[in-house]
């Protein structure tokens, strides 16, 4: 057998050897074939990279400041302005330059909460596990009140209630079954499910319910309607807090608390009433309870206060400068804000951190890229993009506003407005960016987004990383992060293909999304993988390729 070192030597060179074949793009071509010229990759330096941040990584020390210490980060909030002050001044401190703050907006008001306590006080005293809705108020000190579980799932339900709930606590949902879990609730991907992305010929789209029936899309219609009238029903009524349990699936167990927001971002909309989200093993024990004809008591303690001091949101933005082609721009990123259950570590302190981490290594590195590349860490990405739409129209372009269309919540690509791109000058000098924000799992490859000219530029890339598990390349896309919005207007913006682990299982928006949910090893893995895609981008003689641009207007 080999010493440890010798195996890690053997590795090395394997991998070398296969990417000089992959990146020389020699290996099984005929005679006379027209190719592509072979994208050229530093194997030196991709070497150096490896070391950097497989050996002397920083990015779990990162991971604790953004989460352990920061904490939850929802836009608008103080945590999120402290999350904003520290990676600006933590990458200026690293050496990059121009690290500053920049505005958009206005985003709304912010909110935060420092204080939740549930109890049931009758018939039998115990603690209950919830977390207040975001922008909704808190219960100004505690209130103690029976518990009412209305049975309403028609308009006409809601008669059986009338002059019933003043000052009552209120659950708001139907009690859901909980499954056993027979499966481990953290996966990666396998060979076959890798292969099968690989495979595929076009582009996938979201279907969105194109399968679903028409009974079942008129139910659903109706039990919004219902939802919707529920609200303004109990308001009306004086109801004191309302009380439910969140996102219908098998993973909603263990004390496991999945919460958004409840309440509007709008100083001048009417106010929510005060409104938490409970586990759902404890939800149903006091559903079960009020069943069995027995009264039920609670005390809810909740102290929230809103911000409207800033309406604005900030992302964070600094740069390594560039040499001969400083003009031209390679960008990476992930969305720093968070839900405020748990820390927001694998959404999105992970993508963040993996950034942050990719430009300290190359710092440490001490490279000079030729193009300037810039960070961005971006605001209101739960909200719809936000912070990354209102970058990218501020200085690459945005989409027209078009009469009779849907106009979205606000400018750039993806979500706003679908009218012809006009683009601003920096839109030329603009090359790639790179997005992390799927969890806390490690670079398995590539979404192509569609660009079919990318793919021989990020086989090459990937070579020298196949021995970490990253060579998928597939022309499909992920959706729902802030590469949208760079491809919205005609930018190649690229998300990785990362191992789920227990993503939607156990920390998306839930109170479990905790940094002691994070990978050490994948987290290194995708910081080193991410510092090659731009180092690579920064250096290569043109900007990257880009799809068939849409009509725009100059």
Not at 7 to 36: D, E, Y
Not at 335 to 364: F, P, Q, Y
Request: glycine share 10%; net charge neutral; with cysteine.
């Amino acid at each position: 057998m080999y010493k440890l070192a010798n195996k890690r030597s053997f590795q090395w060179a394997l991998t070398l050897v296969i990417a000089l074949l992959l990146v020389s793009q020699t290996v099984l071509t005929p005679v006379g074939a027209q190719m592509a010229p072979a994208e050229k990759v530093d194997l030196e330096m991709m070497k150096k990279i490896r070391a950097e941040g497989l050996e002397r990584s920083q990015i779990m020390d990162t991971l604790s400041w953004l989460t352990d210490v920061n904490g939850h980060r929802l836009t608008g909030s103080p945590g999120m302005k402290a999350a904003n002050e520290w990676t600006k001044n933590k990458m200026a401190e690293w050496g990059l330059v121009n690290a500053h703050l920049e505005s958009w907006g206005p985003f709304g008001r912010g909110w935060s909460f420092d204080k939740v306590s549930i109890h049931v006080l009758e018939p039998t005293p115990y603690p209950v596990i919830g977390y207040p809705k975001a922008w909704t108020p808190g219960t100004n000190g505690p209130v103690v009140a029976e518990v009412v579980f209305p049975d309403i799932n028609t308009e006409a339900d809601f008669e059986k209630y009338k002059g019933k709930l003043k000052g009552a606590i209120v659950l708001a949902s139907p009690l859901r079954p909980v499954l056993a879990q027979f499966k481990a609730p953290a996966v990666r991907f396998t060979d076959e499910e890798l292969l099968k992305m690989a495979n595929d010929e076009q582009e996938q789209r979201g279907n969105f319910g194109g399968n679903m029936t028409e009974e079942r899309r008129q139910q659903m219609m109706q039990a919004q309607r219902v939802a919707t009238q529920k609200t303004a029903f109990f308001k009306s009524e004086g109801v004191a807090v309302v009380v439910d349990i969140d996102r219908v699936g098998d993973n909603v167990h263990g004390g496991t608390v999945f919460v958004g927001g409840g309440g509007s971002r709008d100083k001048n909309a009417p106010q929510a009433l005060p409104s938490v989200t409970l586990a759902i093993e404890h939800y149903g024990r006091i559903v079960r309870t009020l069943q069995k004809g027995k009264k039920v008591k609670m005390e809810i303690d909740v102290k929230a206060q809103f911000h409207d001091e800033d309406p604005m949101g900030y992302n964070t933005i600094a740069e390594i400068p560039g040499t001969d082609k400083a003009d031209e721009v390679v960008m990476l990123g992930g969305h720093l804000d968070s839900w405020h259950a748990g820390t927001g570590a694998t959404d999105n302190a992970a993508g963040c951190a993996v950034a942050m981490e990719a430009v300290r290594i190359l710092k440490a590195l001490g490279v000079q890229p030729r193009r300037t590349i810039r960070v961005g860490l971006w605001s209101g990405e739960e909200q719809g993009l936000l912070g990354s739409r209102a970058y990218v129209a501020q200085h690459f372009g945005a989409r027209q506003a078009v009469a009779g269309q849907p106009q979205g919540g606000g400018p750039g690509g993806f979500g706003g407005p679908q009218g012809p791109i006009q683009t601003k000058p920096e839109h030329d000098k603009f090359s790639v960016y790179f997005n992390l924000d799927n969890g806390t799992g490690k670079i398995r490859g590539v979404y192509l987004q569609g660009n079919e000219s990318a793919r021989s530029v990020f086989r090459a890339w990937l070579a020298p990383f196949a021995d970490l598990g990253a060579s998928t390349i597939t022309i499909r896309n992920t959706g729902g992060t802030d590469h949208l919005a760079f491809d919205g207007v005609g930018l190649p913006g690229f998300q990785f293909i990362q191992d789920e682990v227990e993503y939607d299982a156990r920390t998306h928006h839930s109170n479990m999304d905790v940094y002691d949910r994070m990978q050490a090893d994948d987290m290194k893995q995708a910081a080193t993988i991410m510092a090659a895609f731009v180092y690579n981008a920064a250096m290569r003689n043109e900007k990257f390729p880009r799809k068939p641009m849409p009509g725009s207007s100059r």
